[in-house]
């Protein structure tokens, strides 16, 4: 809500405001849909083996559909740039199966594990409010910023009644985490508005896959603050990731 006191001054909220309410109301419904599988996600599995699943499927979607439906071609390099960003991606969250059963868990195939299903989960959710967002901004000419900060207004309540039962919560981890919880205001809704403003501008088969330069980011954390498995593994597949963004920007 902290960007709301710039929506006049970014293009307002258009003149078509029952087309601006409708692609609002599914795009709110999608990212909630989103969080709370992601959220179910981290709580039974590893945050870098969700994110990273969640974060490699999701493009892969995404890139599918930008191509297949909305008819988009990129060139053969940025195409190689896509398949470099998404096999990083995918391989920073492939699970220890090794370690896994060295610690006595029973292996489970691929399609069972909790990281794998939940980040899936999480991905098809990615892709869905990625695309919807990208054909509304495109599409109705919605100002990114007033997009967005319509969003939460809607999330708002939604998240409110998905956490009612934690409520009591809510005041002492604000007091507790006010300065993150800041940032976070302000930092989170700046990067989407900057991947709407991005999807306006180049094809959504590129801009999709180079969100995921978070996914390096998030595995060093993962390796160094969580002390995560295969520290070396993720920050050489992270390598790749860097490697694919740079021939998509090429």
Not at 12 to 35: E, I, K, N, P
Not at 132 to 145: E, G, I, L, Y
Not at 148 to 165: D, G, H, N, Q, W
Request: hydrophobic share 55%; net charge positive.
């Amino acid at each position: 809500m902290l960007w709301a006191g710039i929506v006049p001054l970014t293009g307002g909220l258009g003149t078509d405001l029952s087309s601006f309410a409708f692609g609002v109301g599914v795009s709110a419904a999608l990212h909630v849909a989103y969080l709370l599988v992601l959220q179910k996600g981290y709580r039974v599995a590893e945050l870098s083996t969700v994110y990273a699943r969640a974060r490699g499927s999701g493009p892969i979607i995404s890139v599918v559909v930008a191509i297949a439906v909305l008819g988009e071609r990129p060139d053969p390099t940025a195409l190689v740039g896509v398949a470099l960003v998404l096999a990083g991606v995918l391989t920073i969250g492939a699970p220890d199966r090794r370690r896994t059963e060295a610690e006595g868990a029973p292996r489970l195939r691929l399609w069972m594990e909790p990281g794998f299903i939940f980040g899936v989960l999480t991905g098809a959710a990615i892709a869905a409010y990625t695309v919807w967002d990208a054909n509304s901004v495109r599409n109705w000419h919605f100002s990114p910023v007033a997009f967005m900060v319509a969003c939460t207004l809607v999330e708002i309540p939604l998240f409110s009644l998905a956490l009612r039962r934690r409520g009591r919560e809510l005041l002492p981890a604000l007091r507790a985490h006010w300065p993150p919880l800041l940032a976070f205001g302000v930092l989170s809704p700046l990067s989407y508005i900057l991947v709407l403003v991005a999807v306006t501008l180049a094809p959504l088969a590129l801009v999709a896959p180079t969100r995921e330069v978070s996914v390096v980011l998030v595995s060093i954390y993962g390796a160094l603050v969580l002390h995560e498995r295969r520290a070396r593994w993720r920050v050489a597949a992270s390598v790749v990731v860097a490697a694919g963004i740079v021939l998509i920007a090429a």
